[in-house]
């Protein structure tokens, strides 16, 4: 099993900056795919941006390419979502996951307890 713990939400003020860290720890992640994903109230989750521990390779959704950054320190084990230029509807709260799949698609099988990001305006 893996484990998987969020950090680093918050409120801040439309086009404010915050960066996201996801620790895992219980297992091994070189050929784990990490993600973020995020739930608003009452919505569903959306997949955000994903990242090969192995490969270095990234992807991230239209909506926040150019402003979300996914990153990795693997000296730390640890994933990085920074998040610039930030909008109202970026309010949700953002969940790290971690993939045995290829890539970005998943499956994801282990989850993080979330993070609460919220974007006055």
């Known amino acids: 099993q893996v484990q998987l713990v969020e950090s680093g939400g918050g409120l801040v003020q439309a086009g404010g900056s915050l960066r996201l860290s996801c620790v895992a720890s219980g297992s091994t992640f070189s050929s784990y795919t990490m993600g973020w994903f995020r739930q608003a109230p009452g919505k569903e989750r959306e997949f955000v941006a994903a990242i090969s521990w192995s490969g270095g390779s990234t992807y991230h959704i239209d909506s926040v390419r150019g402003r979300f950054t996914i990153s990795r320190d693997n000296a730390k084990n640890t994933v990085y979502l920074q998040m610039n230029s930030l909008k109202p509807e970026d309010t949700a709260v953002y969940y790290c996951?971690?993939?045995?799949?290829?890539?970005?698609?998943?499956?994801?099988?282990?989850w993080g307890q979330g993070t609460q990001v919220t974007v006055s305006s």
């Open positions: 996951a971690a993939s045995t799949g290829t890539w970005h698609r998943g499956p994801y099988e282990y």
